[in-house]
């Protein structure tokens, strides 16, 4: 059963920082590209960054780009996402995704981490 298990979120003032992990388990990722979407209240869930499991190739949102930066740790199963420079409009439900290259209709998402910044 495959599991994605998001840790890290809190409530921190803007300009501080979080670092959030994602630990991933049940199955092989490397055919995989993990990534972190945010969606807060009232809107749609949006892409915030990415990396591919096999290659390390990451992709970032324009909204986070020079702020957060996103990390494998193949031996662990661990994708991070260090936030630097928060906004309160960062404040969002965080949930890791892991989306399959080989088949794009295959994914699986964690239950998601709160991330409050307060200005």
């Known amino acids: 059963q495959v599991q994605l298990v998001e840790s890290g979120g809190g409530l921190v003032q803007a300009g501080g920082s979080l670092r959030l992990s994602c630990a991933a388990s049940g199955r092989t990722f490397s055919t995989y590209a993990i990534g972190w979407f945010r969606q807060a209240p009232g809107k749609e869930r949006e892409f915030v960054a990415a990396i591919s499991w096999s290659g390390g190739n990451t992709n970032y949102a324009d909204s986070v780009k020079d702020r957060f930066t996103i990390s494998l740790d193949a031996a662990k199963n661990t994708v991070s996402l260090e936030m630097n420079s928060l906004k309160p409009e960062d404040t969002a439900v965080y949930s890791c995704?892991?989306?399959?290259?080989?088949?794009?209709?295959?994914?699986?998402w964690g239950q998601g981490t709160q991330v409050t910044v307060s200005s």
């Open positions: 995704n892991a989306k399959s290259i080989m088949l794009v209709t295959l994914e699986y």
